[in-house]
């Protein structure tokens, strides 16, 4: 395996400028997926009138959870699990809101809150990561701009360039496995809440597995531009 995704990395520039093609236009179907099916199954209303908050508090009271506080946010998908305050952050339509879409959301974020509780491995490596890939995040725009100004990559900027996706790579992949458990747990833990009928299944399922999309989208777009700057490097 090892051998195989060394010799990827020195794929001919006309190649490696298709998998380049090929990431942004698969970011640009993840996004429209998101749009789309949170757009259909947020017009859905559940049958039991739940609230998204009342659903992340239900999940996370199921799992022994009493000390993490749920707030409401502004902005359109702005939720997610903050570990360090222990704080379930939802945005005002899946906070208040009560369609499919809400509680699927909301209870993914409350899975996260879970395997904090729990002691999930890649959640723990994911937090552990964070730092340094804010520093990298913070560190890469500097580049890409040094770059430009320098006629291109070379020496010291390409090797901090290639660091740098190599952190971000490293990241998004221990991401995958954080949010595909999530909504696991999520689907397992609304169905075994009775708070969604099971043909009520469909509608979270197609929510979350449509975000799943765009962390395997973030996680193909930092491994490519790392091969493509592996393979100039090279060059």
């Known amino acids: ?53 009342e659903a992340a508090e239900a999940v996370m009271a199921r799992a022994g959870i009493r000390d993490v506080e749920i707030v409401q946010t502004p902005g359109h998908l702005t939720d997610h699990y903050d570990p360090t305050h222990k704080r379930l952050v939802l945005s005002t339509e899946n906070y ?31 937090m552990a990561l964070v730092p340094i ?35 971000l790579t490293l990241f998004h992949l221990v991401t995958l496995p954080v949010e595909f458990d999530a909504s696991r747990r999520a689907k397992a833990e609304l169905a075994g809440l009775g708070i969604i009928a099971p043909e009520e299944k469909k509608g979270v399922s197609e929510t979350l597995n449509a975000a799943a999309l765009t962390y395997v989208a973030a996680f193909l777009s930092s491994l490519i531009n790392l091969l493509w700057l592996v393979s100039a490097r090279r060059n």
Not at 143 to 160: K, S, Y
Request: net charge positive.
């Open 1 to 53: 395996m090892t051998t195989q995704l060394f010799a990827f990395a020195f794929l001919s520039p006309p190649i490696v400028l298709g998998l380049l093609l090929f990431s942004i236009i698969f970011a640009g179907y993840a996004q429209y997926r998101v749009s789309s099916a949170y757009g259909k199954n947020v017009r859905i209303p559940s049958r039991g009138r739940i609230t998204g908050r």
């Open 96 to 126: 208040q809101g009560t369609s499919l879409a809400a509680l699927g959301v909301a209870a993914h974020e409350a899975g996260h809150a879970i395997q904090h509780k729990v002691g999930y491995s890649m959640l723990q490596t994911r």
């Open 133 to 167: 890939t804010q520093i990298t995040s913070r560190i890469l725009p500097f580049v890409i701009v040094g770059a430009f100004f320098f006629r291109g990559f070379g020496g010291i900027m390409l090797d901090i360039g290639i660091v740098c996706y190599a952190v």
